[in-house]
T-cell receptor, first 114, second 109 residues
């Protein structure tokens, strides 16, 4: 069984569109994350979310918004897509309070904005 | 700004040799350190975690941590061509992981 899954795997869209990426984890974890990996392969945190708080990396534009319908899901909604949003977006999850709070990553969503 | 620094490589080692990957970090308060392996087009996969000073061994992998020097390393013994990948050093920043830019490892037959 897949631990952390994302849909879609690939997303090609036009500038200015609004799109969503979905993430689900079946690990029973209480904290989920969104990371962005740019063309230079640099992996950077965008959001951290559990049922108590959302922590936002201050560099993330407010066009990006996480939405969590329940503990097992954290979706990423992006408004008014720009060329610079093209990247691979990874969802991850962990269990708060565990040693190190090891994070497990989903397969990634490759977004291309034309 | 909490930073994690890695040599981007590529680091090329012959099959069977020891590959040594290094990482330094700026946040003295960091307590948890991780090495992830990422194959091209794939997601990061956890290789090792380390929380205490010293060495931690798991199969062919050994992680080393020196908090005083703010330094963490990964040794891969008996390197195999299948170890060719990008190795990401990650440090727990308190609410998420701060990643280095990764070191590209190439193991040549």
């Amino acid at each position: 069984d897949t631990a952390v899954s994302q849909t879609p795997k690939y997303l090609v869209t036009q500038m200015g569109n609004d799109k969503s990426i979905k993430c689900e984890q079946n690990l029973g974890h209480d904290t989920m994350y969104w990371y962005k990996q740019d063309s230079k392969k640099f992996l950077k945190i965008m959001f951290s979310y559990n049922n108590k708080e959302l922590i936002i990396n201050e560099t993330v534009p407010n066009r990006f918004s996480p939405k969590s319908p329940d503990k097992a899901h954290l979706n990423l909604h992006i408004n008014s897509l720009e060329l610079g949003d093209s990247a691979v977006y990874f969802c991850a999850s962990s269990q708060a309070g565990t040693i190190g709070e090891t994070q497990y990553f989903g397969p990634g969503t490759r977004l291309l904005v034309l | 700004q909490k930073e994690v620094e890695q040599n981007s490589g590529p680091l090329s080692v012959p099959e069977g040799a020891i590959a040594s990957l290094n990482c330094t970090y700026s946040d003295r308060g960091s307590q948890s350190f991780f090495w992830y392996r990422q194959y091209s087009g794939k997601s990061p996969e956890l290789i090792m975690s380390i929380y205490s000073n010293g060495d931690k061994e798991d199969g062919r992998f050994t992680a080393q941590l020196n908090k005083a020097s703010q330094y963490v390393s990964l040794l891969i013994r008996d390197s195999q061509p299948s170890d060719s990948a990008t190795y990401l050093c990650a440090v727990n920043s308190g609410y998420a992981l701060n990643f280095g830019k990764g070191t590209s490892l190439l193991v040549t037959p």
